[in-house]
């Protein structure tokens, strides 16, 4: 019996632009972690993976996929300095992209 090709699970995405939404994002997130009051050995770390994220050779991941892998964490830094707008983009990210 011949089984049907199951569907590309990216089509959902189609029309999207998770790429510029991520952009839009992670400036979000300098604007935080760039505040030496704000920022910590983790941000700083985070920072240096984004820095190569757009480089295939020596990135890690994607700024897409660093954004979505750690969620949680960009999402306690917005909600810490009620940055009500940057958390509404990151969960508007997490549901259409992540």
Known sequence: MDRPTPPDRYVSF????????????????YTHIDDPAKTNAFWERFREKLAVADDPLARQADGL??????????????????????????????????
Do not use: P
Not at 16 to 26: P, T
Not at 68 to 75: D, L, M, P, T, V
Not at 84 to 90: K, S
């Open 65 to 98: 996929c660093l954004l979505c892998s750690n969620i949680y964490y960009i999402a306690d830094l917005f909600e810490e300095h009620e940055d009500a707008e940057g958390l509404a983009m990151l969960r508007r990210l997490e549901d259409e992209c992540c």
């Open 14 to 29: 189609k029309g999207i632009d998770c790429d510029g939404n991520a952009r839009q994002i992670i400036a979000r997130l």
